[in-house]
């Protein structure tokens, strides 16, 4: 079964300009989540998605934003970029939203904003 | 504001010896991961969590859950060198009022020595 798909791996970008990643989750999964990870802060949960929907978003500005499409892939988007957006974006699926279930983190996209 | 934390943040160990990571979390929650990453690496789960008393065990590795002390503990037996990472814990809250899906701790960064 192929595990969770992060695209692209790797990009470059200049402040101001905007920027979309995008994440196929393992096959049969629903939800979808994005972290930001960053020496300073860790792991930082930026949303959720169920069924096209956002159920859960975390403490981010408005620049940074997602959907979820009808096959569950999903993307975020950074408007605006700024030199602290620098990071490894992770996304993560996971079959439903229940306690058992286990969130499988994709290989990540490294963003690196000069 | 959930906060997960744990200690050490650092662990030299030798290879044979036995240790603890500990991790600390604030609020109400019978669902806790435990996850590993290695350099430049994803996230992988290790362990699930899921009610007071828990205990899973994995090759070297096991971990436990105690609700009512918020504390989950991961304990490596006879260390050997494939088990140098940064393990995180996370928490899925019972509550959504903070708005996250996962809280991680900062990471427990082991390195073990011949």
């Known amino acids: 079964k192929a595990g969770v798909t992060q695209t692209p791996r790797y990009l470059i970008k200049t402040r101001g300009q905007q920027v979309t990643l995008s994440c196929s989750p393992i096959?049969?999964?629903?939800?979808v989540s994005w972290y930001q990870q960053t020496p300073g802060q860790g792991l930082q949960f930026l949303f959720e998605?169920?069924?096209?929907?956002?159920?859960n978003k975390g403490n981010f500005p408005g620049r940074f934003s997602g959907r979820q499409f009808s096959n569950s892939r999903s993307e975020m988007n950074v408007s605006t970029l700024e030199l602290g957006d620098s990071a490894l974006y992770l996304c993560?699926?996971?079959f439903g939203r229940g306690a058992g279930d286990t969130q499988y983190f994709g290989p990540g996209t490294r963003l690196t904003v000069l | 504001e959930l906060k997960v934390e744990q200690n050490p943040l650092f662990l030299s160990m030798q290879e044979g010896k036995n240790y603890t990571i500990y991790c600390n979390y604030s609020?109400?929650?019978?669902?806790l991961y435990w996850y590993r990453q290695d350099p430049g690496k994803s996230l992988e789960s290790l362990f699930v969590?899921?009610?007071?008393?828990a205990v899973k065990q994995e090759g070297r590795l096991m971990a436990s859950l105690d609700t009512k002390a918020r504390l989950s503990t991961l304990h490596i037996t006879a260390a050997v060198h494939d088990l140098s990472a940064t393990y995180f814990c996370?928490?899925?809250?019972?509550?959504?009022?903070?708005?996250?899906?996962?809280?991680f701790g900062e990471g427990t960064q082991l390195t073990v020595n011949p």
């Open positions: 993560a699926s996971s």
């Open positions: 096959s049969g999964h629903r939800s």
């Open positions: 998605y169920f069924s096209e929907t956002q159920r």
């Open positions: 609020t109400t929650s019978d669902r």
């Open positions: 969590l899921l009610s007071n008393g």
């Open positions: 996370a928490v899925d809250p019972l509550l959504k009022t903070s708005g996250s899906r996962l809280t």
